[in-house]
């Protein structure tokens, strides 16, 4: 239905970005906000057609996809109110010392826009991950223009939302070329974009081969550029042995819903669960095997996430010394991923880096680790991790502070006593971890901090307050917080 776009195409759409971004740069801090609610009014207005078209492009529900875009709307709106209020710009002020001894010099500093920033849509999110999602609001936020890489798998959709930008930025009389929305099923159309001289950022969430791709091409380009992917987490669970005498049962209970919330595709999924071989992980597998076995399998977003899925899957419990705990007892239609438990011995899984990697779907690993020494050895022999979980007593951490330690080691959002499933939209939320779990653990792509990602600092030696940008001015006319002489303020100099 959509073409892939070509060469030229593409060289056009770079060529524009680039024009654009030498007048978007100098729009307020208010423009850019305001065009970044216009987009999410739009996004609103699309209604039902769009949710009818993305439920047959996904196969996801309605219900899921009417919360998914209103989260989408919520973090234009977040994310346009962090943009105009200033805080990410991280404005800081050192005022000159004519009489020390050598002078000290009048030094400004504040973050600026990178440039054009290429986002690849995410097959499992296809409005909050995408065309209009955090990435798109949060390089726009920082006063980037924005070139999207619509995701095959729901390319409609992508088309419809990037029309409502597309009348946005007119509405909002944003220059040509601050969006631009392309297709392309080909690895060469992404290669073109991540090599272009003008591409200056890449966002991306997805699997780890593409991820680490994009990463290769950019950091192997003449000007290497930074890529913020993400892309593999298995997301460990350990259960901690004074809190597995309280409530195991229920436990693991809750830990079946959020293994099998929305056919397993989140990218908090928690794949990994890590306890000690005893009566109580024996009640824990048994009863998460029961249920389990009760939820039927839900149709993926698309045949080639199901494929990788049944394909990865098979491979985990095909390993020597891996069990199945139980599937589905309800036969899978086409395309179906059927939920599914299975454990190993803590030693096995150590000696086999395959059970480490990530199963994209409805399914979990039970490891079964003979003491706490072999847990903190599995702790060790994890690699990089979105999120981490402890299932403790207050009594447990303080017991096992290695453990916590090697845990914390790991992941971006340390969890306690709770599931890793579910994303809170917010300033203190950390959505990104050490590698293979993204690219850049300093920065995470959920919250208004993730602006930053496509703004670098600049400092401004001995100018004159009147050639300034409005942030550093000694009046402060836009009213921000700055840090001046190590004093956080809003004070005029």
């Not at 966002?203 to 892309?231: C, H, Y």
């Not at 399998?297 to 985990?316: C, Q, S, V, W």
Request: hydrophobic fraction near 40%; charged fraction near 20%; glycine fraction near 8%.
């Amino acid at each position: 239905m959509f073409n892939d776009a070509t060469i030229p195409e593409i060289e056009n759409a770079m060529q524009q970005a680039w024009k654009a971004f030498y007048i978007y740069r100098k729009c307020s801090l208010k423009q850019r906000a305001d065009f970044m609610r216009a987009i999410a009014r739009e996004l609103e207005a699309l209604g039902d057609e769009l949710l009818k078209l993305t439920g047959e492009e996904t196969n996801l529900p309605e219900a899921r996809l009417r919360n998914e875009r209103g989260r989408t709307i919520f973090q234009l709106n977040q994310y346009a109110d962090a943009c105009e209020k200033g805080d990410w710009l991280e404005a800081r002020i050192d005022t000159a010392i004519p009489d020390k001894a050598p002078p000290k010099p009048d030094i400004r500093k504040m973050l600026m826009p990178l440039g054009p920033v290429v986002v690849f849509g995410a097959a499992n999110f296809p409005f909050a991950y995408s065309t209009a999602g955090g990435d798109t609001a949060t390089a726009f936020a920082a006063g980037c223009p924005v070139i999207v890489k619509a995701h095959p798998a729901h390319a409609g959709t992508s088309e419809l939302v990037a029309k409502a930008i597309l009348k946005a930025a007119a509405d909002c009389e944003m220059p040509e070329g601050i969006f631009t929305h392309i297709h392309g099923a080909s690895f060469d159309i992404g290669k073109a974009l991540v090599e272009h001289i003008y591409t200056k950022a890449v966002g991306f969430t997805g699997s780890f081969i593409g991820g680490k791709q994009l990463f290769d091409w950019a950091n192997q380009r003449k000007v290497p550029i930074p890529v913020f992917a993400e892309m593999s987490s298995i997301n460990p669970v350990f259960l901690l042995p004074e809190k597995m005498k309280t409530d195991v049962v229920e436990m693991a209970k809750f830990y079946a819903s959020s293994i099998t919330l929305g056919v397993g595709q989140f990218c908090t999924n928690p794949g990994l669960i890590i306890g000690l071989e005893g009566k109580e992980l024996t009640t824990f597998t048994e009863t998460l095997g029961k249920e389990i076995s009760k939820i039927a399998p839900g149709t993926m977003l698309h045949a080639g996430i199901f494929k990788n899925y049944r394909k990865k899957k098979d491979e985990a419990l095909k390993q020597p010394g891996v069990e199945v705990v139980a599937f589905s007892e309800t036969k899978p239609a086409l395309n179906q991923g059927s939920p599914t438990i299975a454990t190993v011995k803590g030693q096995t899984f150590l000696n086999n880096p395959l059970l480490h990697q990530e199963v994209f779907g409805p399914y979990s690993l039970i490891v079964c680790c003979k003491d706490m020494k072999e847990m903190l050895q599995v702790a060790n022999h994890l690699e990089g991790q979105l999120t981490a979980t402890l299932m403790a007593t207050e009594n447990d951490i303080r017991i096992h502070d290695k453990l916590v330690e090697a845990v914390k080691n790991i992941c971006g959002r340390f969890i306690l006593n709770s599931v890793p499933t579910g994303v809170e939209v917010c300033l203190g939320m950390q959505h990104g971890g050490p590698y293979p779990s993204t690219t850049d653990a300093r920065f995470g792509s959920v919250g208004a901090d993730a602006i930053k990602r496509f703004a670098r600092p600049i400092a401004f030696q001995n100018w004159s307050n009147d050639l300034l940008p409005d942030e550093l001015k000694n009046e402060n006319p836009l009213s921000i917080w700055r840090t001046v002489n190590n004093e956080l303020t809003k004070k005029s100099l």
